[in-house]
């Protein structure tokens, strides 16, 4: 057990022939015993603050975990939206391209359609060229035969107009002509 300062004070010592000076033993032992509570004192004073800067410590410590776990996770986080980012790009760029594959395969098939199209057309133009052609033809034909001058003449009428008595001009129109 450790001493007090106030075992120091009560401790009397037995007295000898040619003993040491009870007075300067009792001025020493108040020295001791002041030392002693100063001591005592800065060692509860020190103690505390141990016990504070301990705290304090553990408290920076928890922290100090705290904080790497949350960087960690942070990190984590963040390499898991890079990853996801990364995904959904490739993903973005996938339908994209499958996408605009589609709108060349659909403008192809377009631009085929329109050209059969056109040379279905260009096929009809001509047939309707020549049927229009041989009607005409066979009109003029018609108009042309001598069953036409039998009818008659236009002299009972006053007067003929100058349009029935100019022959009609038919262009003649080859198949060449239709592909331009």
Known sequence: MPLS?????N??????????DEDEVNEFLDLIIKDYETLIRENKDLTSKVATLQEQLNHFS???DT???TLLVAQ?????????AKAEANLIKKVAEKNANKIIEDAVAERTRVQNQILVLKREAIAFRARLTHTVQ?????LNSPEWGE????ET????????ERPIEVPQLSVDDLDD
């Open 138 to 142: 066979a009109q003029l034909e018609i």
């Open 11 to 20: 401790k009397e010592f037995a007295k000898t022939f040619r003993g040491y």
């Open 62 to 64: 928890t922290l100090e």
């Open 151 to 154: 009818l008659g003449s236009f």
């Open 5 to 9: 300062p106030l075992d120091i004070h």
């Open 76 to 84: 984590e986080a963040a390499e898991e939206v890079k990853t996801n």
């Open 157 to 164: 009428v006053d007067s003929a107009p100058e349009s029935l």
């Open 67 to 69: 904080l790497s776990k």
